[in-house]
């Protein structure tokens, strides 16, 4: 009876010691990447300040980010329907384009994204737009073909979750809303309302971004 007792005790004890190591673990792992993180959007931090002298012109509305935070973590859906978030495009400095179908504003400003998308995207750089009806794929795609729009994959977020995240920390307050990421996944502006994204003072602001950015890597 002993013997059976003290190899129960003895089990408990290392099961215990198990779940201490996995949970210490994930809090390592935790810690980890929000030190990764923080150390990535320091480095966006160089690439926002060097930005200043591109915010004119059309480009003139759009503000800079103090402390540029980490946006990697964005979910939203594919144009498959899969589960992926703004991380999937670490490397790439990106325009990330809140719409919806309702945006009259949307609907003049989603050419002028395909233009950019169709001028500078590449293995530096990519236009994502992402739409955010709340039924269903039908009318986003109908609205993108009748403005001629191709080259702008459908992504999706049905929830609306991404624009009240951005919301809460004052970088929405209305349709359309722009986001420009560094290839770490870090903010470095962010635009309220359209723009022309295919003007000269546009590829300008962006072409200084991925030459800044080619420019740390190579350094």
Not at 108 to 116: F, G
Not at 177 to 192: M, Y
Request: charged share 20%; hydrophobic share 45%; net charge negative.
């Amino acid at each position: 009876m002993k013997v059976l007792l003290l190899a129960a005790i003895a089990g408990v004890i290392a099961g215990s010691l198990l779940l201490y190591g996995k949970l210490g673990s994930d809090v390592h792992d935790s810690a980890a990447v929000v030190a990764n993180t923080g150390a990535a959007c320091s480095a966006g931090s160089n690439v926002a300040s060097s930005l200043d002298p591109f915010i004119q012109g059309e480009m003139a509305a759009v503000q800079l980010a103090d402390t540029p935070d980490y946006l990697g973590d964005l979910q939203f859906k594919s144009p498959e329907g899969d589960d992926i978030t703004l991380a999937d495009w670490k490397g790439k400095a990106v325009v990330f384009n809140l719409w919806a179908t309702w945006c009259a504003p949307c609907r003049a400003e989603m050419p002028a994204l395909s233009n950019l998308q169709t001028a500078l995207s590449g293995e530096e750089f990519e236009v994502v737009a992402v739409n955010i009806d709340t039924k269903g794929a039908e009318r986003p795609l109908a609205f993108l073909d009748e403005i001629n729009v191709s080259n702008l994959p459908l992504y999706a977020d049905q929830t609306t979750d991404i624009f009240n995240n951005l919301k809460k920390k004052g970088l929405a307050f209305g349709m359309p809303t722009t986001i420009i990421v560094d290839k770490n996944g870090c903010r470095v502006a962010h635009l309220s309302g359209p723009a022309h994204w295919d003007s000269e003072d546009a590829k300008a602001l962006v072409s200084a971004i991925i030459g800044r950015e080619t420019n740390d890597r190579s350094s």
